[in-house]
């Protein structure tokens, strides 16, 4: 059986401090110990331009982790392509209730998602907009891209699920059996990907993911995530990235 050991944090980003405003990004995370060998992650970041950005950003990930604990309860499998794009169309329908009982237009609640399932046989991906899924390759230890951020018309701009156009969703299946996962919302992307190699910074992404490896933990590690807290939080962070910043670690033995 698989055994995933996972850590996860999120930080708010300067720039909100300093503004009095609330974090934007949001997580959850399903599995292992409900749904055997499977670990779904997901993260979703709100826009800060989105007056309830927050907002729409923990809608989608209570959304998306139900759907996939759900679905990994009830069939023990990979769900395919057609319903990781049913699970991202009830968030959006769900952030569209929620701006209706408000008064508010969906877009008010911009945000991006990713997700990841994986036994570490075989990963799916399903992505709107920023942030990235990057997984070390079991047989050969080399850190690979499965999922990378998607831009807009402009380089400063990104992708939502609520866009009035249609979706814009990725989905892939990989098959190169992984043994770590690292899923992250894109305050991290500059210290985790390196864009001019287009491909992750195994530099940075090794030395976090080792510990867990190592710990023997089956699940949360609960230690390893307060860490984690920590150095997100840290000057050193900050000092790279002044956004929000969540990371999602997992390695499986």
């Not at 980003?13 to 997580?27: K, L, V």
């Not at 950005?53 to 023990?76: E, F, P, Q, V």
């Not at 210290?191 to 510990?211: C, I, K, Q, V, Y």
């Amino acid at each position: 059986m698989t055994r995933w050991t996972w850590a996860a944090a999120s930080s708010r980003g300067t720039a909100h401090e300093r503004c009095g405003e609330p974090r934007q990004d949001a997580f959850r995370i399903a599995g292992p110990s409900d749904d055997g060998d499977f670990l779904a992650v997901i993260v979703c970041d709100g826009a800060g331009s989105a007056s309830h950005g927050g907002a729409g950003a923990r809608i989608a990930a209570w959304t998306l982790a139900s759907c996939a604990r759900t679905w990994l309860r009830a069939t023990g499998r990979l769900p395919e392509a057609d319903a990781a794009a049913c699970w991202m169309l009830l968030a959006r329908e769900r952030i569209a209730f929620a701006a209706e009982k408000r008064g508010l237009d969906p877009r008010d609640f911009a945000t991006t998602a990713v997700v990841a399932v994986s036994d570490g046989a075989s990963t799916l991906t399903a992505h709107v907009g920023d942030g990235a899924v990057v997984a070390r390759i079991a047989s050969s230890g080399d850190w690979v891209s499965l999922s990378w951020p998607e831009q807009g018309e402009f380089a400063s701009m990104t992708r939502f699920v609520t866009d009035e156009a249609s979706l814009s969703l990725r989905v892939a299946r990989h098959d190169d059996p992984i043994d770590r996962l690292a899923v992250m919302s894109d305050g991290l992307e500059r210290l985790a990907l390196d864009f001019r190699a287009g491909e992750p910074h195994a530099p940075f992404l090794e030395p976090m993911a080792a510990p867990l490896a190592a710990c023997g933990t089956v699940g949360q590690d609960r230690h390893l995530s307060e860490v984690l807290s920590t150095y997100l939080a840290s000057d050193r962070v900050n000092e790279r990235t002044d956004d929000d910043k969540t990371l999602v670690l997992a390695a499986r033995s």
